[in-house]
Nanobody, 127 residues
Framework: QLQLVESGGGLVQPGGSLRLSCAAF????????IGWFRQAPGKEREGVSC????????NYADSVKGRFTISRDNAKNAVYLQMNSLNPEDTAIYYC????????????????????WGQGTQVTVSS
């Protein structure tokens, strides 16, 4: 069974950091671009960041540029999202998603581009 599992969420104070992980089970991530999305209560799911299958291309939403860093370790079959300088507006459920692609330098932050999704991990930023 193909599965993505997110972990690393939790409660953090404003200004703090978290590192989210997205692990793949039942398949290898080598030919998949990965996206991170988030959904806050009452809001639509939005793209946060993405990374191409080669790891050479990354994109970020304007709201997280300079604070979040996406990376991947294909040997560990995982993708990470390092989140620094967190603020309450970052509170949301964070999801990772995978898109099979033969274009190794491409990723997108469009929900419809992705083939399947993890179940999400809650991030709460509060004092």
């Amino acid at each position: 069974q193909l599965q993505l599992v997110e972990s690393g969420g939790g409660l953090v104070q404003p200004g703090g950091s978290l590192r989210l992980s997205c692990a793949a089970f039942g398949f290898t991530l080598d030919n998949y671009a990965i996206g991170w999305f988030r959904q806050a209560p009452g809001k639509e799911r939005e793209g946060v960041s993405c990374i191409s299958s080669s790891g050479g291309t990354t994109n970020y939403a304007d709201s997280v540029k300079g604070r979040f860093t996406i990376s991947r370790d294909n040997a560990k079959n995982a993708v990470y999202l390092q989140m620094n300088s967190l603020n309450p507006e970052d509170t949301a459920i964070y999801y990772c998603a995978a898109s099979f692609t033969t274009v190794k330098a491409m990723c997108a932050m469009r929900r419809g581009w992705y083939d399947f999704w993890g179940q999400g991990t809650q991030v709460t930023v509060s004092s």
